[in-house]
């Protein structure tokens, strides 16, 4: 067993004081004015694409052969929660992919195979690929690759770039609601080819006419297209040839494959089924392919002559950036540095990666039994809770409280055809987004919701696992393997992680329960949400895993990562702090507020020394892990504890230094997670972090912008005025809010919601007594305790 050293709470205060001044030094200028440019113009999409390079950021990953994580964000072409995109790949995942998730494009890697012009989520599923080739080519996935200059590659919003230097093509993409756009420049060649081909499933292909192709790729396997399995490619210009191939992937000893290549063949299938079709150009001629997806034939030929369709590829280029350039403007900003700048609209634009539109209102989409029906509201995709659920959509709740109604009431016609709610693979967090829409003014049938939120929370055969278990007993259990490996070992049930989810989500529960007048359910959901504290050992001080008869796992080690055992993706440090709606419950069973302060600045000091691998284990402060979800809001846990200083320190300090700072200037943390990540920086640059999304309160961090105006949905303003804000001057001394002297490190959605204008007046130094009463933490599960505290930086 694992016992606090003594006089940890002294060591700890000066670690972390020394820690937080340097990330302030660390941390960019922010006086710099903007310039003219506006603000679709400073989004970079290639933001997101490379890791962190500084080894004490990164820890001990990745594991040998493998890369290390970049944000897994795509470059590619898209609108905001686009059915589609247009999207480079310079990773051949069909042969495998090292990370573990089929991500098609990492920026350090030399080689472009091809480009996707599917909606799946990560781009590497896409399919067809398709190719521009000049010369020789070959059948996938002996994907015969181009070596390409970075110097040549753009990417904007709705847009991008990159010359292939082999063959001597340009490509550009962009892309519509339901369409990409692939443009490519050729030399002077008789054989300037395109390839289209259906990945490793396979599938049919057909050449239509002297301009098209179609096909379908095999149904049913995990790659298909998420907006459908069917595509059609229409070419701007008539073939001079074509033909078929497929490659037949099951004999081994025969290199990749039996190839089958026939020129003049109109349909093929099989797997890798694909088409070429040739050209004969001269140097600067343009061929431009449309794609178009769909559940039939006949919806991915409408799609692809649709209304909001276009043919020209200049147009349709202009149309996408003005999309992102309507939503970007209603968050300006002044101040910061042209980088900072740079990566708030970088990562605002990633923060719309999710969830993805299936259907607008009046078009037609497939429902989960296979039925054809007409849209009567913009139908959207399932979100990734146990991701996004836990910032971006507080984030989509202040800018686009529509498209908010309309998400949750996909997902509620979902678990109408299905019998359950949509849930995370952890977790059940689909309650956050009911519970903080309706506490944020959003109008819905939460009865409606609450059917389904409360079938989920209570039927041991529903999307809950271990629900009897944790019904029963107040906790999850975990099976300690042979020879108990630590560490780290990645099965089991993560039972302490999973008890302090469901809690996290029993708590939202409860209070849709109230606000429906359910009493009874109400209380009973108020008692579950304190089951976080029957997995909490007060041996060691931490949350640890329990046998089933109850003994405490042993060996433990809080410094270990576990990715399923006990802990999810996390270590005993990171999953201590996952009790977002009882930080005040929390900070009694740490022992009170010195206490917990204690805790704190060791997690954020303590040296990341972990003997196991984890892959997911990056953008590292301490033990703090900003490269995963499980600990993303404990910099903003200080508010709760009176130290509201040390959350404006660190905030800056996470901005600064895990974001942007790698070789390339594109580097994330780690994986973006449709949003996630990105949705932390966006919130983190205006000020502000909603700890738990599924109240209406924002916990203040420190703008790194001396004034952000965010429009909100119902068209009022909410500013953020920073006065006096500099590369030093990172800590709150006063407040107001609305011209009124405001004491609280937190604001809620009902003070924003009609405008407001929130005045911060910065300095050098810590002031302790602006935040630190408990009088004025943000509301918690637990009441917080009257009296004196201290408070002392």
Known sequence: MISLPQGRTRLGAAMVALALSGGAAAASSVGTSTSRTTSVDLANPLVGTAPLDRPAWIGNAPPPGEPLYTGMTTPGASLPESATEAAPVNINTDLGFATGVPVAYDYRRPTMFGFTGGGSTYGARGAPMVMPVVGDWTVPPDYLGSSYDKATEKASPGYYAVDLATFRVRAELTATQWTSLMRFTFPESRRSHVIVNLRRDGGQVEVVDDHTVRGVATAGGRDRDADGPFFVAEFSRPFAAFGTFHADVTHVGEGLGREDVQAGRRQVAGDYAGAYVTFDTRAGDQVTVRIAHGHSAAEAEQRLHAQDSDADFDRVRAKARAIWAALFDRVQVTGGTPKQRMLFYSTLYHAFASPRVIARKGEHYVDAQGHDNVADYDHYGPVPFWDTGRNQIALLMLLQPKVIQDIMRSEL?????????????????????????????????????????????????????????????????????????????????????????????????????????????????????????????????????????????????????????????????????????????????????????????????????????????????????????????????????????????????????????????????????????????????????????????????????????????????????????????????????????????????????????????????????????????????????????????
């Open 413 to 793: 016609d979902r678990a109408r055809e299905r019998g359950y709610m949509n849930t995370s693979f952890h977790g059940d967090h689909a309650v956050l987004l009911y519970d903080g829409a309706w506490r944020r003014g959003i109008d819905f049938d939460y009865a409606a919701a609450y059917a389904y939120l409360r079938k989920n929370a209570t039927d041991p055969k529903g999307p809950r696992g271990d629900l009897a278990e944790y019904d029963r007993q107040g906790w999850i259990a975990d099976i300690v393997p042979e020879g108990s490996p630590s560490p780290p070992y990645a099965g089991g049930k993560a039972g302490v992680a999973t008890t302090l989810e469901y809690a996290w989500d029993d708590h939202a529960l409860a209070d849709v329960a109230r606000r429906l007048g359910k009493a009874d359910d109400a209380a009973m959901f108020e008692r579950r949400a304190a089951n976080y504290r029957h997995v909490f050992d007060p041996s060691v001080g931490f949350f640890r895993g329990r046998t089933a008869d109850g003994r405490w796992i042993s060996p433990f080690d809080p410094g270990e990562p576990y990715y399923n055992f006990m802990m999810k993706e996390a270590s005993g440090w990171s999953t201590l702090w996952l009790v977002p709606h009882d930080v005040q419950g929390l900070i009694d069973l740490l022992g009170g507020r010195d206490a917990f302060n204690a805790r704190l600045d060791a997690f954020f000091t303590t040296p990341y020394t972990a003997k196991g691998i984890c892959r997911d284990c990056t953008g590292l402060i301490g033990q703090y892990v900003q490269g995963n979800q499980p600990d993303q809001q404990a910099a903003y846990l200080y508010a709760w504890s009176g130290q509201p200083w040390k959350t404006q320190a660190l905030t800056r300090r996470i901005l600064a230094d895990l974001y942007g700072s790698d070789a390339t200037g594109y580097g994330y943390p780690g994986m973006d997670d449709q949003g996630s990540t990105s949705s932390w920086y966006v919130l983190s640059a205006m000020g502000f972090y909603p700890v738990d999304p599924s109240t209406p309160d924002y916990i203040l961090g420190s703008p790194i912008f001396d004034r952000v105006r965010l429009t909100l949905g119902n068209g009022k303003v909410l500013d953020i005025v920073a006065r006096d804000n500099t590369e030093q001057n990172v800590y709150i001394q006063s407040a107001t809010l609305n011209g009124k002297p405001w004491n609280k490190p937190w604001f809620s959605h009902d003070d924003i919601a009609d405008g407001a204008t929130l005045v911060l007046t910065m300095g050098p130094r810590p002031n302790p007594r602006w935040g630190s009463d408990p009088q004025s933490a943000p509301p918690s599960m637990s009441a917080t305790p009257r009296g004196p505290t201290r408070s002392e930086p």
